[in-house]
């Protein structure tokens, strides 16, 4: 399956500000996605983001509030703007991968805002 | 639309007792069923799937099998183990495109 490495792992931010997350995948992918985990809740999908076109974004969710890049078919990037306490949650990124290992996690970023 | 509906945790077992989570799905189509597991401080990691009616999946002793009739891909594991202590998400994909998980329950075994 493929190896995603995400980061920061871990981030405490000051409300207001922004905050860019990385995902590097080991292999070419053609969809990735951004999934929020708020506190002892399950995911939600933020968006998809495709190589070469702008991202699809879930109800609810906002290109301005989580502006996502996909420069190549490897990385990607989640940006968390003018951040407030409520957005503190673990943002997971996604691919899906081939054969029986199904849909591929990061390890996530936990991010705290205070 | 797509939704999982899972039974709610927190679960508290003792070693050796057997575990089911109950997961009912509602989906316009035939989709693809998933059970992932997140242990403490860790990511989410794939546990087992199901991509057809009747399919069994099956992994670390833990066993789900793809109900049509009854829209439901419950978990089982015959023994467990304070290993197994985590939270586990059931979840499915429609159109092999995005996942809709359940609420995830927690386990937790006590020795």
């Known amino acids: 399956s493929a190896v995603i490495s995400q980061k920061p792992s871990r981030d405490i931010c000051q409300r207001g500000t922004s905050l860019t997350i990385q995902c590097q995948v080991d292999?070419?992918?053609?969809?990735m996605f951004w999934y929020r985990q708020q506190p002892g809740q399950s995911l939600t999908l933020i968006a998809t983001?495709?190589?070469?076109?702008?991202?699809?974004?879930e109800s609810g969710f906002v290109i301005d509030k989580f502006p996502i890049s996909r420069p190549n078919l490897t990385f990607s990037t989640l940006t968390v703007s003018n951040m407030s306490p409520e957005d503190s949650s673990i943002y997971l990124c996604?691919?899906?991968?081939?054969?029986?290992?199904?849909?591929?996690f990061g390890s996530g970023t936990r991010l705290t805002v205070v | 639309g797509d939704s999982v509906t899972q039974m709610e945790g927190p679960v508290t077992l003792s070693e050796e007792a057997f575990l089911t989570i109950n997961c009912t799905y509602t989906?316009?189509?035939?989709?693809?069923l998933f059970w992932y597991v997140q242990y403490p401080g860790e990511g989410l990691q794939l546990l087992l799937k199901?991509?057809?009616?009747?399919d069994k999946g099956s992994n670390k002793g833990f066993e789900a099998t793809y109900r049509k009739e009854t829209t439901s891909f419950h978990l089982e594991k015959g023994s467990v183990q304070v290993s197994d202590s985590a939270v586990y998400f059931c979840?499915?994909?429609?159109?092999?495109?995005?996942?809709?998980f359940g609420a995830g329950t927690t386990v937790t075994v006590r020795a």
């Open positions: 996604s691919v899906k991968t081939g054969g029986d290992y199904g849909y591929t």
């Open positions: 292999s070419q992918v053609t969809m």
């Open positions: 983001a495709n190589q070469g076109s702008e991202a699809t974004y």
């Open positions: 989906a316009t189509g035939y989709p693809s």
């Open positions: 199901a991509t057809k009616a009747d």
């Open positions: 979840a499915l994909s429609e159109d092999d495109y995005k996942l809709s």
